[in-house]
């Protein structure tokens, strides 16, 4: 069982910064891969970033180049650098564990990214 909890959410203006994190709780973190998703009003929830057990990263076309993808297997923890912030960079965001069959979802922070 894999617990996640995810912060840094808030309000940004356009151009701007900012950092998510996701701390997870349970065993064997270091075996999950670990991703960050969005949903925004009215549409589905959509991959952001992902980072596997060994490191690899992808990330969607929308965010490459300004959103970064982190983890921490001591800390157990997965971070979202998001650079040059865009409104329709708007959405909840969630952390996401996954290994085989299982997942494990957080209940989101919510970006506004608004002038």
């Known amino acids: 069982q894999v617990e996640l909890v995810e912060s840094g959410g808030g309000l940004v203006q356009p151009g701007g910064s900012l950092r998510l994190s996701c701390a997870a709780s349970g065993s064997a973190f270091s075996m999950y891969a670990m991703s960050w998703y969005r949903q925004a009003s009215g549409n589905q929830r959509e991959l952001v970033a992902r980072?596997?057990?060994?490191?690899?990263?992808n990330y969607a076309d929308s965010v490459k180049g300004r959103f970064t993808i982190s983890r921490d297997n001591i800390k157990k923890t997965v971070d979202l650098q998001m650079n040059s912030l865009k409104p329709e960079d708007t959405a909840v965001y969630y952390c996401?564990?996954?290994?085989?069959?299982?997942?494990?979802w957080g209940k989101g922070t919510l970006v506004t990214v608004s002038s």
């Open positions: 980072i596997t057990s060994g490191g690899s990263t």
């Open positions: 996401n564990a996954d290994r085989l069959i299982r997942a494990y």
